[in-house]
């Protein structure tokens, strides 16, 4: 049995995989705080705590299974840091990957990563003292490995996109790479679990501890994304990954590029809020995201004449414009909340689309689905409907967790077939009254983000 975690921006995963699947779940959630616009905050405790707390809830899930977890392995969100001590003590708090209280970095330009190098810089000039006395600049799955094993490192798909390295590993001139951890392959086994873990988890402490990857270097293996069927993933934001064996000659400089966890690479375009955007609507009216989510698929094409750009930590792929902001258009008083989530759905899926008209090669005629938002009506329909192409699901919520196990079971000499563990559970067909429908919403959704867009400028 190999246990992974999914330390997600909002939600913290635990799954005890067997040889033919998940046998059992848990999971935690992570606050964010927002002591100001534009800050998002996480408390570094809660990485560590949301781990041991999934962890118990899979273990009562089955406990049977528990006693026969061999190895742990991680996903985790990326580019989310904050500042560690020599002895493992949070000097400030975890600056989540979407906060913008830094300015851009001269170097930084459309898609390019960096905001971890970005938040440094912040804190170099407004909380010297904190990273003056910082030992680690850490992210959480870097943290949790180190409170697991006693080791600090990190591996290549996520020190990439720290802003703090070349696209071929090396350093950048000037950058703090002393503060980072040292960066070691993602099926890297970092030792065995430290008796005070093994204790906090109920695990023996001979259990081995592998490095794992970035969310989305996870999730294009556990979806089973190819160079010709990219990957599109809902959660607390959206995501666009083709898996690439060598990085395209021309690319167009809105995408981005980030090493795969067992070779290659990955093209990117990285959304603003999609599952995040549903949770803010859930707040303005009152009712939960889940439910407007499967209200919204009561709602024909078009949402009632209702736009939406969710652009709720700025445009990001494909406009990289971060002083835009999320707008909706169309609005009447015999406007519904199943109107407004259905527009949030389909103005995320335009965003897809512009994203795979970026990418290279022709366009694809199959979409592989993950992320939790993925797992029912209406998104995959919507996403066939505005792409033209069929969308592909396995069990699009463990996407993370069953690339994560695949890299874990490469690292132990133990290869998995993903079809063992992850079979394809759903196939969505392009239903031809909405790809009409979507063209037509397409055009005008076009109109709206070119005003929104010029104004921002």
Request: net charge negative; charged share 20%; aromatic share 6%.
């Given at each position: 049995?190999?246990?992974?975690?999914?330390?997600?921006?909002?939600?913290?995963?635990?799954?005890?995989?067997?040889?033919?699947?998940?046998?059992?779940?848990?999971?935690?959630?992570?606050?964010?705080?927002?002591?100001?616009?534009?800050?998002?905050?996480?408390?570094?405790?809660?990485?560590?705590?949301?781990?041991?707390?999934?962890?118990?809830?899979?273990?009562?899930?089955?406990?049977?299974?528990?006693?026969?977890?061999e190895a742990i392995v991680f996903a985790a969100a990326r580019e989310t840091v904050a500042?560690?001590?020599?002895?493992?003590?949070?000097?400030?708090?975890?600056?989540?990957?979407?906060?913008?209280?830094?300015?851009?970095?001269?170097?930084?330009?459309?898609?390019?990563?960096?905001?971890?190098?970005?938040?440094?810089?912040?804190?170099?000039?407004?909380?010297?003292?904190?990273?003056?006395?910082?030992?680690?600049?850490?992210?959480?799955?870097?943290?949790?490995?180190?409170?697991?094993?006693?080791?600090?490192?990190?591996?290549?798909?996520?020190?990439?996109?720290?802003?703090?390295?070349?696209?071929?590993?090396?350093?950048?001139?000037?950058?703090?790479?002393?503060?980072?951890?040292?960066?070691?392959?993602?099926?890297?086994?970092?030792?065995?679990?430290?008796?005070?873990?093994?204790?906090?988890?109920?695990?023996?402490?001979?259990?081995?501890?592998?490095?794992?990857?970035?969310?989305?270097a996870c999730e294009v293996l556990g979806a089973g994304a190819t160079p010709d069927e990219?990957?599109?993933?809902?959660?607390?934001?959206?995501?666009?990954?083709?898996?690439?064996?060598?990085?395209?000659?021309?690319?167009?400089?809105?995408?981005?590029?980030?090493?795969?966890?067992?070779?290659?690479?990955?093209?990117?375009?990285?959304?603003?809020?999609?599952?995040?955007?549903?949770?803010?609507?859930?707040?303005?009216?009152?009712?939960?995201?889940?439910?407007?989510?499967?209200?919204?698929?009561?709602?024909?094409?078009?949402?009632?004449?209702?736009?939406?750009?969710?652009?709720?930590?700025?445009?990001?792929?494909?406009?990289?414009?971060?002083?835009?902001?999320?707008?909706?258009?169309?609005?009447?008083?015999?406007?519904?909340?199943?109107?407004?989530?259905?527009?949030?759905?389909?103005?995320?899926?335009?965003?897809?689309?512009?994203?795979?008209?970026?990418?290279?090669?022709?366009?694809?005629?199959?979409?592989?689905?993950?992320?939790?938002?993925?797992?029912?009506?209406?998104?995959?329909?919507?996403?066939?409907?505005?792409?033209?192409?069929?969308?592909?699901?396995?069990?699009?919520?463990?996407?993370?967790?069953?690339?994560?196990?695949?890299?874990?079971?490469?690292?132990?000499?133990?290869?998995?077939?993903?079809?063992?563990?992850?079979?394809?559970?759903?196939?969505?067909?392009?239903?031809?009254?909405?790809?009409?429908?979507?063209?037509?919403?397409?055009?005008?959704?076009?109109?709206?983000?070119?005003?929104?867009?010029?104004?921002?400028?």
């Amino acid at each position: 049995m190999i246990l992974t975690f999914d330390l997600g921006t909002t939600v913290t995963k635990a799954t005890v995989w067997g040889p033919e699947g998940p046998v059992a779940e848990g999971r935690a959630e992570v606050a964010t705080d927002h002591p100001q616009p534009g800050w998002d905050e996480q408390d570094p405790a809660s990485w560590w705590e949301s781990t041991v707390t999934a962890a118990r809830r899979a273990r009562e899930a089955d406990p049977g299974a528990w006693p026969q977890v061999e190895a742990i392995v991680f996903a985790a969100a990326r580019e989310t840091v904050a500042l560690f001590d020599a002895t493992g003590r949070a000097l400030s708090t975890g600056i989540v990957w979407s906060d913008r209280r830094a300015p851009r970095l001269p170097h930084e330009r459309g898609a390019a990563s960096g905001r971890t190098l970005a938040n440094l810089a912040w804190l170099a000039s407004e909380r010297f003292e904190s990273l003056a006395s910082a030992r680690w600049a850490l992210g959480p799955r870097d943290a949790v490995v180190w409170r697991l094993t006693g080791e600090v490192m990190t591996d290549g798909t996520l020190a990439a996109r720290t802003g703090c390295y070349s696209p071929d590993g090396a350093p950048l001139d000037a950058a703090p790479v002393d503060l980072l951890a040292p960066v070691r392959p993602s099926t890297h086994a970092v030792g065995p679990l430290t008796s005070e873990a093994a204790a906090a988890l109920a695990l023996p402490a001979g259990v081995t501890v592998v490095l794992g990857a970035g969310d989305r270097a996870c999730e294009v293996l556990g979806a089973g994304a190819t160079p010709d069927e990219p990957m599109v993933s809902w959660g607390t934001t959206a995501n666009v990954s083709l898996p690439v064996d060598a990085v395209p000659e021309a690319l167009d400089g809105r995408v981005a590029v980030s090493p795969g966890a067992l070779g290659g690479h990955l093209v990117e375009c990285g959304l603003s809020a999609a599952g995040a955007a549903l949770d803010w609507l859930g707040r303005f009216t009152g009712r939960a995201a889940g439910e407007l989510y499967a209200a919204a698929a009561s709602v024909p094409p078009g949402a009632g004449g209702v736009l939406a750009a969710s652009w709720f930590n700025g445009a990001r792929a494909p406009w990289w414009d971060a002083e835009a902001s999320a707008t909706m258009t169309g609005l009447s008083q015999a406007t519904t909340p199943d109107e407004l989530a259905r527009a949030v759905l389909e103005g995320v899926a335009f965003d897809v689309a512009r994203c795979l008209e970026l990418l290279p090669g022709r366009a694809p005629l199959l979409l592989h689905a993950a992320g939790g938002g993925a797992a029912g009506p209406p998104w995959p329909q919507i996403l066939a409907a505005v792409t033209g192409a069929r969308v592909q699901s396995r069990r699009p919520e463990l996407a993370a967790s069953a690339g994560a196990l695949l890299i874990a079971a490469a690292g132990l000499g133990r290869p998995v077939e993903l079809d063992a563990v992850n079979a394809v559970a759903a196939v969505v067909e392009p239903d031809r009254r909405a790809v009409d429908d979507y063209r037509r919403a397409r055009a005008a959704h076009d109109r709206l983000t070119a005003v929104l867009i010029n104004r921002s400028e």
